[in-house]
């Protein structure tokens, strides 16, 4: 007698969506749960001793709910006991107490297959990430050596080296230890790439910005420097945690947002409540070659004119801090 065919799977999943066992299904009903005469038993406190089964009528195969408090998601829709759901074209997802499986139907199109993304050699591997690197240093050291007195510029160039050397080794083994300990991979080189490709465009954007303050008396681009400063960690952020949970990339994306709009939220406060402006530069004092500058010159008089607007705010604070109205006038 032949062994009759397998007409679905019902898995049981882990956290990566890696099958940790599964049941074949030759014929219906099928019962989950943790009692001992299902046909698949969960070891799940929040699971009941007949939680679920699976069985098919003339309008085809479905999931019904059976006596619990819990009840269980399928796809996107909770269910309750007693209620039922049809299984569609493609494989259902289900969410039973803290446990995650999929119910895969014989005439379900099975995914093509994924290729490995492993390089051809170790230089195809390694040459965009000294590539970054390269960029990096460069960048790094240029604006180092700008920075730097003169006397002091070989010092604080080993200096810049050496503290991004180490923090660079630090960030990257921390999210490889991450990735390693929740996905059995390290994605070393991955994590290696997002942080050079990160410091990379944040070097970039922030010099972009204040060129064009400069060029064309803007002075708000490089006002606003933080924002865009935030935006490009939120998306380093993302792209690391990808190494480590790459089912739920959505969810990471409503989080990197989430804290690129806490972290410019607090900034702009932050400052508003120092500066008693929204910015974080009291004047732009980014200075570039007379060459780069396209904005008009301002008149002498025309700019001497502008500042008889700021006499009366003067005006003001002088009155007050001689009257000792200002707060702390007396111990002044």
């Known amino acids: 007698m032949s062994a009759s065919p397998t007409i679905a799977l019902l898995e049981v999943l882990d956290r990566d969506d890696h099958v940790k066992h599964y049941l074949p299904v030759s ?35 479905f999931v019904q709910v059976g006596e619990t408090i819990n009840g269980l998601r399928a796809g996107a829709r909770h269910l309750a006991y007693g209620e039922r759901i049809a299984v569609g074209s493609t494989p259902l997802r289900l969410e039973v107490g803290d446990s995650h499986l999929c119910l895969r139907l014989a005439h379900h199109t099975v995914p093509p297959e994924r290729p490995l993304r492993k390089p051809r050699s170790f230089w195809h591997a390694a040459r965009p990430i000294v590539t970054a690197g390269v960029a990096v240093v460069a960048v790094l050291l240029f604006t180092t050596w700008l920075d730097a007195d003169p006397d002091d510029a070989t010092r604080a160039l080993g200096a810049m080296l ?28 991955w994590h290696v790439r997002v942080m050079l490709i990160g410091v990379l465009a944040i070097d970039l954007v922030g010099s972009a910005a204040h060129l064009l303050a400069y060029s064309f008396s803007w002075p708000a681009v490089s006002d606003f420097t933080f924002v865009y400063t935030y935006a490009i960690i939120a998306a380093m952020l993302y792209f690391h945690v990808l190494g480590v949970e790459p089912k739920r990339p959505v969810r990471m994306q409503a989080v990197a947002v989430g804290m690129f709009v806490s972290a410019t939220g607090l900034s702009l406060w932050f400052n508003h409540q120092a500066r008693d402006q929204l910015g974080e530069e009291l004047y732009m004092n980014h200075l570039f070659p007379p060459a780069l500058r396209a904005a008009r010159p301002l008149e002498t ?23 000792g109205d200002d707060g702390g006038g007396d111990e002044d």
């Not at 929040?46 to 679920?52: E, G, K, N, R, T």
């Not at 008089?301 to 009257?323: C, E, H, I, Q």
């Open 27 to 61: 014929t219906w009903p099928v019962s989950a749960g943790r009692a001992l005469d299902n046909d698949l038993v969960i070891d799940d406190d929040y699971i009941a001793p007949h939680h679920f089964r699976v069985d098919a009528d003339e309008n085809g195969v």
């Open 162 to 189: 050496l503290t991004m050397l180490v923090a660079a080794s630090a960030w990257s083994a921390g999210w490889s230890l991450v990735s390693k300990i929740f996905t059995r991979r390290s994605h070393f080189w």
């Open 301 to 323: 008089d025309a700019f001497v004119k502008g500042l008889s607007s700021l006499k009366p705010t003067l005006d003001d604070k002088a009155r007050k801090r001689d009257t």
